[in-house]
């Protein structure tokens, strides 16, 4: 099959399927690769195909007075990160990843390590949490403590810091603010330790609450 078969298959999956816009431009950049990597081959297609519209979506968003409804039946933990969120501005594997190390309360600042571009930013730590968030780091520092009792209390540390630094691991600061509530057995080096909340019990508490 040459240029002619491609772009017909193209037409076909935009008008005759009525694909999504995303699902057309995989099929194209699949077929440049099979063309180019594997028959060496570069496919001379026009520069003007007939291609799926892409949908227009309007997002729905929630009043203030809605949010607050919502969040004032989230409760927990998961209430402090939703809150977190919607106060700062961050996502929530970051706000998840939080140690304790990241909070700067003297400046009102939270550092967010890794972000997005794999780059350290900082964001406002909102003055109605900091009394919260310094009673988590109370009620985590005991969790902490009574893990280190049990012969636990290491954490995973970033990137190849744990070989740097053997013994960072189980030191206070690299703890995560919002930790499992439950040890478990990590499968790459089979260390029991505790690992960060779990993304989807956060989301289950907004559906529930919402």
Request: with cysteine; hydrophobic share 35%; aromatic share 8%.
């Amino acid at each position: 099959m040459g240029e002619n078969e491609v772009q017909e298959f193209l037409t076909y999956l935009a008008s005759g399927r009525e694909v999504s816009a995303s699902t057309q431009n995989q099929a194209l950049s699949a077929l440049i690769f099979l063309y180019r990597h594997v028959l060496h081959k570069e496919l001379d297609l026009p520069t003007r195909l007939i291609t799926a519209k892409r949908s227009t979506h309007f997002p729905a968003v929630l009043t203030p007075t809605e949010v607050r409804n919502v969040l004032q039946y989230v409760g927990d933990t998961a209430g402090l990160i939703a809150r977190l969120l919607y106060e700062s501005g961050m996502r929530l594997q970051e706000c998840l990843r939080f140690r304790v190390k990241d909070f700067d309360f003297g400046n009102h600042r939270i550092i967010v390590r890794s972000a997005k571009g794999a780059n350290d930013r900082s964001t406002l730590l909102p003055e109605t949490l900091i009394e919260p968030l310094q009673y988590q780091l109370k009620t985590i520092q005991l969790i902490h403590q009574k893990d280190q009792k049990e012969g636990y209390g290491e954490i995973l540390l970033p990137f190849a810091l744990s070989k740097k630094y053997p013994n960072a691991g189980k030191e206070w600061v690299w703890q995560y603010v919002v930790p499992a509530s439950q040890r478990s057995t990590d499968p790459e080096s089979g260390v029991v330790r505790r690992h960060h909340h779990h993304p989807s019990a956060v989301q289950k508490a907004v559906q529930r609450a919402a």
